[in-house]
C-alpha cells in the first residue's frame, strides 16, 4: 500500500533537482518563488479488485515571480519544455516509481502560463498535471 | 446480502490470487436451445436446454513482472487452466460470497496492447470445459 505523504516528497524531491527551483511536499504559508509546489486533488479508487490500483491525481503548480516578467516567462517556458535540464516533466519523471513506492506516474500536461495572487503578490505560473498508479 | 458496488472480486488462476491486476470479471453459463417445435405447438416455437457452456471473461492490468500475470497467461496458451472466483467482495466461500470454481482453455492472449498515455490493460475471453460448480460453503 503507497503512503501518500511519501508519493508527495518523492515527487518534491524529483522536482527539486531542476538546478533554481525550490520545491515543497506541502503547501506553504508564504512560498517564496521560484518554487515548485506539490497539491493532491483527488484520488480515484479502486481500479482493480482488492485495491489492487489505487490512482492519485496531483497538481504541481510552479511560481516564478513577477519582477522581470520577460525573463520569468521564459524561465516557465524552460519548466514546460518536455525536455531539457529544467524540464518539471522530465524531472518529475526521472523516478517514474518513486523509488519503488508507486507502480507508476505520469506528468500528461501543463494548462499554460498565468498570474496568481499569493498574499497580496502577483506572480507568474505554470500547473502541471501528474498522475500516479498506486 | 444487501446489494452492493463491486470492488473485490476474488479471482485465481492455477491456485495464483491475481486478483489486484483484475480491473473485471464475467462469467456466463448458457445452455443451448433444442428445438422441439411440432405440429402441435400451436404456431409457436417450442425449444428445450440442450448442453450447458460457459464463458470467463475478464479484463487485467498488465503488469510484465515475474510470476505477474502477463507470465501467467504467456505460459499457459493452449492449456486448460482452473480458475476460481469468489464474487459478493468475498474472499471465501459462503452464502452471500458463492464461489464459482471454472476449467478454461486459454484460446488466445493479447501481450501487448494500448494507446500512448492509456493504462496498459488486457482483456480475455475463454471457453468454459467441463462443468462449472458453485459453492457456499
Redo the contacts between chains.
Keep these: 500500500m503507497a503512503d501518500l505523504t511519501v508519493i508527495r516528497t518523492r515527487m518534491a524531491t524529483n522536482l527539486g533537482t531542476i538546478s533554481g527551483l525550490r520545491s515543497a511536499a506541502e503547501i506553504p504559508d508564504n512560498p517564496t518563488p521560484p518554487i515548485g509546489i506539490i497539491v493532491l486533488e483527488s484520488v480515484d479508487y479502486d481500479g482493480a479488485m482488492q485495491g489492487g490500483l489505487t490512482t492519485y491525481n496531483f497538481s504541481v503548480t510552479v511560481i516564478v515571480g513577477r519582477a522581470a516578467e520577460r525573463e520569468m516567462q521564459r524561465k516557465l517556458d524552460a519548466y514546460c519544455q518536455p525536455t531539457g535540464s529544467q524540464s518539471v516533466k522530465l524531472a518529475i519523471e526521472s523516478d517514474k516509481t518513486l523509488s519503488g513506492e508507486v507502480y507508476d506516474l505520469r506528468v500528461e500536461r501543463s494548462s499554460g502560463m498565468g498570474s496568481i495572487t499569493v498574499n497580496d503578490q502577483n506572480y507568474l505560473a505554470a500547473e502541471f498535471t501528474v498522475t500516479v498508479l498506486a | 446480502m444487501a446489494k452492493f458496488v463491486v470492488?473485490?472480486?476474488?479471482?485465481t488462476m492455477g491456485g495464483e490470487d491475481i486478483?489486484?491486476?483484475?480491473?473485471r470479471?464475467e462469467l456466463v453459463i448458457n445452455a443451448a436451445e433444442v428445438e422441439t417445435t411440432d405440429f402441435g405447438s400451436g404456431g409457436f416455437t417450442e425449444v428445450i436446454g440442450g448442453l450447458k457452456s460457459g464463458t470467463l471473461s475478464l479484463d487485467f492490468?498488465q503488469d510484465f513482472g515475474v510470476d505477474a500475470v502477463s507470465t501467467l497467461f504467456l505460459d499457459t496458451v493452449g492449456t486448460v487452466v482452473v480458475f476460481t472466483l469468489v464474487a459478493g467482495n468475498g474472499t471465501a466461500a459462503g452464502t452471500d460470497t458463492p464461489l464459482y470454481t471454472v476449467s478454461c482453455l486459454i484460446t488466445s492472449f493479447t501481450p501487448v496492447s494500448g494507446a500512448v498515455?492509456d493504462?496498459g490493460t488486457f482483456s480475455v475471453s475463454f471457453p468454459t470445459t467441463g462443468a462449472i460448480t458453485y459453492a457456499t460453503s
Design positions: 470492488t473485490a472480486t476474488n479471482v486478483s489486484t491486476a483484475c480491473a470479471a492490468h498515455g493504462l
